[in-house]
């Protein structure tokens, strides 16, 4: 890994307005009654699609500290395969893939359907802003290059193994 250009405290700290706004925006999501669960997942998802390591990191800290399942974490990356994804779930990572790529296509109708299939207006407005949070903090960690939060005891020396 590269060395961070900054780190995310010394982020918070040059620009204080902008990263308590974004702290402002998480703690209404986290309060909005969509499932805390379903928040941690997409933070994951999202954070994957744009290659933030300290987001994917800490978002994977905050699933496994919510008790999220080991499997879920796993296969997250391959979800469309995975097989223990509830419908709901799979909508929300295709409407989080649909927003996190956005710059690639267009939301056509049918995408909006599909989601909207699994969540009342309000809830579908909450996932939304939720993916653009993470999305919004993707896009600072990952240029910045924030070291991701690995919690010390994680930390394994390597090991060579075999391929299978």
Same mark, same amino acid.
């Given at each position: 890994?590269?060395?961070?250009?900054?780190?995310?405290? #010394?982020?918070?700290?040059?620009?204080?307005?902008?990263?308590?706004? @974004?702290?402002?925006?998480?703690?209404?999501?986290?309060?909005?009654?969509? #499932?805390?669960?379903?928040?941690?997942?997409?933070?994951?998802?999202? %954070?994957?699609? &744009?290659?933030?390591? /300290?987001?994917?990191? @800490?978002?994977?800290?905050?699933?496994?500290?919510?008790?999220?399942?080991?499997? $879920?974490?796993?296969?997250?990356?391959?979800?469309?395969?995975?097989?223990?994804? %509830?419908?709901?779930? $799979?909508?929300? /990572?295709?409407?989080?893939?649909?927003?996190?790529?956005? %710059?690639?296509?267009?939301?056509?109708?049918?995408?909006?359907?599909? *989601?909207?299939?699994?969540?009342? !207006?309000?809830?579908?407005?909450?996932?939304?802003?939720?993916?653009?949070?993470? &999305? %919004?903090?993707?896009?600072?960690?990952? !240029? /910045?290059? /924030?070291? !991701?939060?690995?919690?010390?005891?994680?930390?394994?020396?390597?090991? #060579?193994? *075999? &391929?299978?």
């Amino acid at each position: 890994m590269s060395a961070p250009r900054i780190t995310a405290l #010394e982020f918070r700290k040059i620009a204080p307005g902008f990263g308590d706004a @974004l702290a402002a925006l998480g703690k209404a999501i986290s309060e909005s009654g969509l #499932e805390e669960e379903l928040v941690q997942l997409v933070k994951v998802r999202a %954070s994957q699609i &744009n290659g933030c390591a /300290f987001c994917t990191q @800490l978002h994977l800290n905050e699933s496994r500290h919510i008790g999220i399942s080991a499997p $879920k974490l796993d296969l997250l990356v391959v979800w469309r395969e995975a097989g223990i994804f %509830s419908e709901r779930e $799979k909508a929300a /990572f295709a409407w989080t893939e649909l927003l996190t790529r956005l %710059s690639e296509h267009h939301v056509t109708d049918e995408d909006y359907a599909a *989601v909207s299939a699994h969540f009342q !207006p309000s809830e579908l407005a909450w996932l939304s802003s939720a993916i653009v949070l993470i &999305n %919004s903090w993707n896009r600072i960690a990952a !240029p /910045f290059q /924030f070291a !991701p939060p690995i919690p010390h005891h994680e930390i394994q020396p390597k090991h #060579e193994t *075999v &391929n299978a």
